[in-house]
């Protein structure tokens, strides 16, 4: 039930306030109802810190940034050992094993 009513207020009132991208754009609300009914928490907490300036604007987006700054690293690492490991494995059908006709 809280869940419902942080759903309605946010994408009613606080979307407006919290995103200027959003202003204006009705279209793509209903998506967010699923995501908000789930982290209603999260979404009370963001929208009190972006509206009492508690956190600056640069502020608000630097722990994002950096977690796709070390998921961008990782990606790049790992990509070379998950080729390589791939291919080096071969798939060896056993002889006594009937093909397909």
């Known amino acids: 039930m809280i869940g419902a009513s942080v759903v309605a207020v946010f994408l009613t009132i606080g979307i407006d306030r919290t995103d200027e991208n959003a ?3 009705y279209g793509f609300r209903p998506l967010l109802i ?3 009914l789930l982290i209603w928490p999260l979404v009370l ?3 009190w810190q972006i509206e009492t300036r508690a ?3 640069a ?3 630097h722990p994002i940034r950096k977690g796709h ?3 961008a690293v990782l990606l ?3 990509i070379v050992p998950a080729l390589w490991l791939g291919l080096s494995q071969r798939l060896i059908w056993p002889a006594e ?3 397909c006709n």
């Open 76 to 78: 790049a690492v790992g």
């Open 69 to 71: 700054q070390i998921a």
């Open 34 to 36: 699923p995501a908000i």
């Open 45 to 47: 907490w963001r929208w």
């Open 23 to 25: 202003r204006g754009a």
């Open 55 to 57: 956190a600056g604007w």
């Open 97 to 99: 094993t009937p093909l």
């Open 59 to 61: 502020g608000r987006y």
